[in-house]
């Protein structure tokens, strides 16, 4: 790949004319483009003087700046992490080749650079065992909390994902309070018992210092992973607003005198359909503790989420989980991601987006004995890891790879690339779901990253399948540069002096 450094000289002569596009990475629904890296024809694309505007005109608007993105990813589960120690195991070169793959934040590396990763605190629907942090029944001291009783595969998977991403962001969070602090004295379902408000706290305090000891910054926490779902069969907890609002206080106040201050707490962590009232309702009672909120995308639609940052605009939106389902439709399933999730997630003020689990095998295995989640056909994780040590890629990372690429930063130390303004104009314009961002650098005298992620969905899918490809004008700062997006994906970028 061209880099920047060769580009400027030239640039700088020619002024705002010398804006180009020489990098670009695709996904096309046949498959004959995955994540594919190439130049453009011309190469490269020049921005001039513009012309007529094509049936599908794109304009970015970077006056406009919105949220920075901190990244893409999914959860490292237990399940997921034992996969990918077994891996190292069984062939530690397809395990290096693929964390690589994953994780490589590097400018110009062949690699989607994903830079969120959701760890549960404790067991979750997809663990070998039930267990919490803290099985010993009445400890309310906490004094036999034990960051260890996790499995080891978990912070040894993270530590091999750090070595190759320190950018990364890890969000903790419990699926269940142990059990001996619940009506019913067990992690699958029920309730916390509102006597150990504080213990919770504590608790939460706890894993977080665990994390430390373990050499694992930690960007966010939340309290409860979906705080309105209560089932018998695995690790989960029904919390109503006011005692996740006490929890929050107490822990906002245990972080801020233990050293972390800047590590957010995030709340709600479910269903995009109630918005307007857990979230909202969380906000009321305590909206000083916390940083934001996330969301799932298992009830309810992406948009749902204008009602929470309506109310509350400078509190962050993340959207934390979505699986996908074995056996659904590789190409249908990428444009429901794109126009819910990657591309339309960040337009609604979303700072990262996730899936579920980061790696399953073929048959959404292993997951917790004796649940009812994910029930056949099962849950399909963004990689796929078979017992004979090859794996395999699946639809949810493709499309979150198109996403990262345009927000990874383009510096070593740089910052996460941020939204801005585009959209999309002419006859064709429902052709085309646009994403637009721009990336800055370590030295201001560097230009800025410009990307666009765009999902030409023009396939007549509904009626006799027949995919076009759909001739595109973008504009930028008054000039013009054309490029015809096949149906699929698509991520490219230009650089020019910061704004
Ligand atoms: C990431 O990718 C870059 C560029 O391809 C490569 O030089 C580097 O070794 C990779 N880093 C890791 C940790 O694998
Ligand atoms: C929300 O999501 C969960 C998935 O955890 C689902 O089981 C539940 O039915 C949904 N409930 C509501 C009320 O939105």
Not at 1 to 20: D, E, V, Y
Not at 159 to 179: A, C, F, K, Y
Not at 190 to 210: E, I, P, R
Not at 482 to 499: D, E, I, K, R, S
Request: hydrophobic residues 35%; charged residues 10%; glycine residues 8%.
């Amino acid at each position: 790949m061209r880099s920047i450094a060769f580009i400027a000289p030239l640039a700088i002569l020619q002024g705002a004319a010398a804006q180009q596009i020489y990098d670009i990475w695709q996904t096309t629904w046949d498959r004959s483009n995955l994540f594919t890296y190439f130049q453009p024809t011309p190469d490269p694309i020049d921005f001039v003087t513009p012309g007529a505007a094509a049936s599908a005109d794109i304009s970015v608007d970077d006056s406009s700046v919105y949220q920075t993105i901190y990244g893409f990813g999914a959860s490292l589960t237990d399940s997921s992490a034992q996969l990918l120690s077994n891996l190292k195991t069984q062939n530690s070169a397809n395990y290096w080749e693929l964390m690589d793959y994953l994780f490589n934040v590097t400018d110009g590396a062949n690699a989607a650079g994903f830079s969120y990763i959701r760890v549960p605190l404790g067991a979750s629907d997809f663990s070998a065992s039930l267990y919490s942090l803290d099985d010993t029944s009445g400890d309310t001291s906490l004094g036999s909390f034990n960051i260890d009783a996790a499995p080891s595969y978990v912070f040894s998977t993270l530590t091999d994902i750090l070595s190759i991403n320190n950018r990364l962001s890890v969000h903790i969070l419990p699926w269940s309070p142990p059990g001996w602090m619940k009506s019913g004295s067990t992690m699958d379902g029920g309730t916390l018992d509102s006597q150990y408000v504080d213990t919770m706290a504590n608790y939460l305090l706890k894993s977080l210092q665990g994390f430390q000891s373990k050499n694992i910054p930690v960007y966010a926490l939340s309290i409860q992973n979906e705080p309105e779902n209560s089932n018998p069969t695995y690790p989960s907890c029904s919390m109503p607003v006011a005692q996740e609002a006490a929890i929050g206080t107490a822990l906002r106040s245990l972080m801020n005198s233990n050293g972390f201050t800047s590590t957010k707490l995030i709340g709600y962590e479910h269903n995009w359909s109630d918005a307007a009232n857990y979230p909202v309702q969380l906000m009321q009672q305590a909206g000083s503790s916390f940083d934001g909120v996330s969301f799932h995308c298992y009830e309810g639609a992406v948009s749902d989420m204008s009602s929470f940052t309506s109310q509350y605009p400078s509190k962050e939106v993340y959207l934390t989980e979505c699986t996908g389902t074995i056996g659904s439709d590789w190409w249908s399933d990428i444009k429901w991601y794109m126009d819910n999730l990657f591309i339309v997630g960040p337009q609604y003020g979303a700072s990262n987006g996730l899936m579920w689990n980061l790696a399953l095998d073929g048959n959404g295995d292993p997951i917790l004995s004796g649940t009812n989640s994910c029930a056949s056909p099962g849950c399909r994780g963004v990689a796929q890891i078979n017992s004979d040590g090859s794996y395999s890629l699946n639809q949810e990372f493709y499309s979150m790879a198109q996403a990262s690429k345009a927000i990874i930063p383009k510096d070593v130390g740089g910052p996460f690339g941020q939204r801005i303004g585009v959209s999309v104009s002419g006859s064709l314009s429902w052709s085309l779901i646009v994403g637009a961002y721009v990336t800055g650098r370590v030295s201001s005298t560097d230009w800025n990253r410009y990307a666009i992620v765009v999902l030409n969905w023009d396939d007549s899918s509904t009626t006799t399948w027949n995919p076009v490809p759909v001739e595109a004008t973008i504009e930028f700062r008054g000039m013009q540069a054309t490029y015809t997006f096949p149906v699929g994906v698509t991520t490219l970028w230009w650089y020019a002096a910061p704004n």
